[in-house]
């Protein structure tokens, strides 16, 4: 009888156990337990949040596995870690490593202009951003077994996020009304893959998980993105850079699961203290969108 | 006349959708359970796969924690995969507190390894035909342990992954995520019995 390592489905079955979970950004061991605690399904490790990356410049790179390591052995939940876009090697330490889970991430910065990782290639799942529909099937055709909106990382702006969400969501309502011969212009017109295109036309969502990210930063845009249809949260830079990253974990990890109770959003959006202050995008010069990272 | 059979499905965290299109497909009715008045009318319930440790902390916040060892006192079918199976057992090896401890087993949680060394394999069912059940093991649990009451249901390797204690099923694998739905009719007989009562 058969056995096979991680096949697709086992690889996309791995984020469909995330559902309506939260996923934090996290530095050493210590943060990651307390997301564990928070209620969290699952941590990313990493050297620096996104807002820290942002404020320090230069190039950021995969984090030294010694975090990743500690990271692994301090929580029982999931651990995914970063490596640069088209960053083949790194990602190939991090399988070695045993992350959970992969992120060809835009808040690193980009080690190759043209190609993304060929993550079929990997027993060890991936997730990827992605603007609109287009760019999510690109990621798919690839191999990545997730997908979760860009946002613009490190801001705690949930505008570009939401304006990613609610892209992804429109073209696909578009996709499911339209007729065969329609898809085949679609797929030119988005540089989408014609077969996943086509899949989309007759499933009506991805086929694959779809997470909100980028610019998450309290418990009511948490529950925003879910609302708007998103399948769960990733928080980087939000959750640790509040006042009281416990409380304000938990927070969110309610507010995710329960988006439409508004009674209790009331109560999960108190005395938080201050959340991280965040920057107005218009502020942002071109070169310092990393949204636009990747193609 | 027969009635509808109504199987909850533990509405938290994880694959829920999944396990509540499996419901439809096998003639029952899914009901999502978020709250403890969910649990009424229900005549089985479906604890699906997520994450333990963060399911295990939110029934117990949403007070779902005590409702459902009652309900499983009275009888309620529950059926629960990978983490599930995790919040049914009496114990976790690594001295973890456990959760539900409603099921005879000893249970220890991603024992496959780590996701890159997740799988799917094709496993034999006590109880279903002869033909194989497509199993996909993620960050799986396996029953280490089985009491004199357990039914051991299929093994893989030599560990225990799918068992049943009287109303109590649970698998380590994910029959959700597959096409087959052996499992979901297996359960829906379990849950229609009863119903009978």
């Given amino acids: 009888m058969g056995t096979t390592v991680g096949s697709e489905r086992v690889k996309r079955g791995m984020a469909q156990m995330q559902k309506n979970g939260v996923i934090m950004d996290v530095i050493n061991a210590e943060q990651a337990k307390i997301a564990e605690a928070a209620g969290a ?22 984090a030294d596995p010694s975090i990743i390591e500690q990271v692994m052995k301090a929580v029982s939940i999931p651990v995914m870690a970063k490596c640069r876009i088209g960053h083949v090697v790194e990602a190939r330490i991090l ?68 304006k990613h969400i609610r892209m992804v969501q429109g073209q ?41 990210a980028g610019g998450v930063a309290t418990p009511a845009d948490a529950a925003l993105m879910m609302e708007l249809g998103s399948d769960g949260v990733f928080v980087g830079s939000g959750i640790f850079k509040s006042e009281n990253p416990e409380k304000f974990g938990r927070a969110v990890v309610e507010a995710t699961m329960n988006y439409k109770d508004y009674d209790l959003l009331a109560k999960l959006s108190k005395d938080l203290g201050t959340p991280m202050k965040g920057i107005e995008l218009s502020t942002l010069q071109a070169n310092e969108r990393m949204a636009d990272r990747g193609w | 006349m027969s009635v509808t059979v109504k199987i909850g499905v533990l509405n938290v965290q994880g694959a829920v959708s999944e396990h509540a299109i499996h419901v439809s497909k096998v003639g029952a009715e899914p009901v999502l359970v978020k709250h403890a008045d969910d649990l009424t009318g229900l005549h089985g319930l479906i604890l699906p796969g997520g994450e333990s440790t963060t399911i295990g902390k939110l029934i117990r916040k949403y007070g779902l924690f005590e409702p459902i060892i009652e309900a499983s006192q ?73 009491g004199q009451g357990v039914q051991i249901l299929a093994t893989l390797d030599d560990r225990i992954v799918a068992v049943r204690e009287n109303h109590l099923l649970a698998t380590a694998f994910h029959p959700e995520l597959t096409d087959d739905l052996r499992m979901h009719q297996y359960f829906k007989q379990m849950a229609e019995s009863y119903q009978a009562k």
């Fill in chain 1, 41 to 62: 399904v699952a941590v990313m490790a990493l050297e620096r949040v996104p807002s820290d990356i942002r404020a320090a410049g230069g190039v950021a790179r995969m």
């Fill in chain 1, 95 to 162: 399988e070695s490593l045993g992350v959970d889970y992969i992120d060809e991430s835009e808040v690193l910065t980009p080690a190759d202009d043209k190609f993304h990782v060929n993550k079929r290639d990997f027993t060890v799942p991936f997730v990827c951003g992605a603007r609109d529909l287009g760019e999510a099937l690109r990621r798919i055709a690839e191999g990545a077994s997730m997908i979760r909106t860009k946002g613009e990382p490190g801001t705690g702006n949930i505008v570009e996020a939401v």
């Fill in chain 1, 172 to 212: 696909i309502r578009k996709v499911v009304s339209m007729s065969e011969d329609e898809l085949v212009a679609e797929a030119k017109n988005i540089g989408a893959p014609f077969e996943l295109l086509l899949e989309v036309h007759n499933t009506g969502k991805l086929p694959v998980v779809n997470f909100a």
């Fill in chain 2, 74 to 146: 009275q009888g309620l079918p529950i059926f629960g995969t990978c983490a599930g199976m995790i919040l049914l057992a009496k114990r976790i090896e690594g001295s973890e507190e456990p959760h539900l401890a409603l099921m005879d087993v000893l249970v220890n949680r991603n024992s496959f390894g780590r996701q890159r060394d997740s799988f799917e394999a094709d496993i034999f069912v006590e109880g279903m035909n002869q033909d194989p059940f497509p199993a996909v093991f993620i960050r799986a649990p396996h029953v280490v342990k089985a």
